[in-house]
């Protein structure tokens, strides 16, 4: 079992940053993926970025040279900066971690809120 909370959001006006945390609590080794995704309003959860537990990371189109990925070990925290925020940024983000080996398990956060608004 795993337990994934994310925190960081808030209200930042166009141009601004965040940086979003993503903590896991529970087991977390082996292969893994942990994701970050987005939710418009009214819209379907769209993948927003990737990193593996080999340190590989991916992102959309949309936030390429924007957003960064990045992990803490010690910390079993994942984060995403964002810069240059954009309102069509604008959503929920959830976390996801993805258990691959040697234990499978699927898990999401509950979320938190990005508002990028003047």
């Known amino acids: 079992q795993v337990d994934v909370v994310e925190s960081g959001g808030g209200l930042v006006q166009p141009g601004g940053s965040l940086r979003l945390s993503c903590a896991a609590y529970?087991?977390?080794?082996?292969?893994?993926?942990i994701t970050w995704h987005r939710q418009a309003a009214g819209q379907p959860r769209d993948l927003v970025a990737t990193?593996?537990?080999?340190?590989?990371?991916s992102y959309a189109d949309s936030v390429k040279g924007r957003f960064t990925i990045s992990r803490d070990n010690a910390q079993n925290t994942v984060y995403l900066q964002m810069n240059g925020l954009k309102p069509e940024d604008t959503g929920a983000y959830y976390c996801?971690?993805?258990?691959?080996?040697?234990?499978?398990?699927?898990?999401w956060g509950q979320g938190t809120q990005v508002t990028v608004s003047s």
């Open positions: 990193i593996t537990s080999g340190g590989g990371t």
């Open positions: 529970g087991s977390v080794f082996g292969t893994f993926v």
């Open positions: 996801n971690v993805r258990l691959i080996f040697p234990h499978t398990g699927d898990y």
